[in-house]
C-alpha cells in the first residue's frame, strides 16, 4: 500500500514491511517458510520492519509446534536501517 498522511513532507518517503499472526507450526509455517517471508521482507528493502506479534501457533489443528527455538532464528536475518520492532502480540 502507498499512503500520504495529511502533513507529511513532501518527497519524504518511508518502506515499512509489517510481519504479522506468523503463527508458527507444521505443517502450514516452517522454519523454512518463515526464513523464506524473511528474505521476502529484506528484499523489499524496507527503512523499517515491525513484527506485530503472535508468533507461535495457537491451535491444536496442527500436525507439530515449533518452538522459539527454531522460528526466532528464521527471523533474525531481518535487517532495516531505522531497525526491526517487535511486539508480543
Same mark, same amino acid.
Request: hydrophobic share 45%.
Given at each position: !500500500?502507498?499512503? $500520504?498522511?495529511? $502533513?507529511?513532507?513532501?518527497?519524504?518517503?518511508?518502506?515499512?514491511?509489517?510481519?504479522?499472526? %506468523?503463527?508458527?507450526?507444521?505443517?502450514?509455517?516452517?522454519? +523454512?517458510?518463515?526464513? *523464506?517471508? #524473511? +528474505?521476502? /521482507?529484506?528484499?523489499?528493502?524496507?527503512?523499517? %520492519?515491525? &513484527?506485530?506479534?503472535? !508468533?507461535? /501457533?495457537?491451535?491444536?489443528?496442527? *500436525?507439530?509446534?515449533?518452538? #522459539? *527455538?527454531?522460528? /526466532?532464528?528464521? &527471523?533474525?536475518?531481518?535487517?532495516?536501517?531505522?531497525?526491526?520492532? *517487535?511486539? &508480543?502480540?
Amino acid at each position: !500500500y502507498s499512503l $500520504t498522511p495529511p $502533513t507529511w513532507p513532501a518527497g519524504l518517503r518511508l518502506r515499512v514491511v509489517a510481519l504479522a499472526d %506468523i503463527h508458527a507450526c507444521r505443517p502450514w509455517m516452517t522454519p +523454512e517458510r518463515i526464513r *523464506s517471508l #524473511s +528474505e521476502r /521482507a529484506n528484499s523489499l528493502q524496507p527503512d523499517l %520492519i515491525v &513484527l506485530l506479534g503472535d !508468533y507461535a /501457533a495457537g491451535t491444536r489443528l496442527v *500436525s507439530d509446534w515449533v518452538g #522459539s *527455538s527454531e522460528w /526466532a532464528p528464521a &527471523l533474525s536475518g531481518l535487517k532495516a536501517p531505522l531497525g526491526v520492532w *517487535s511486539i &508480543l502480540g
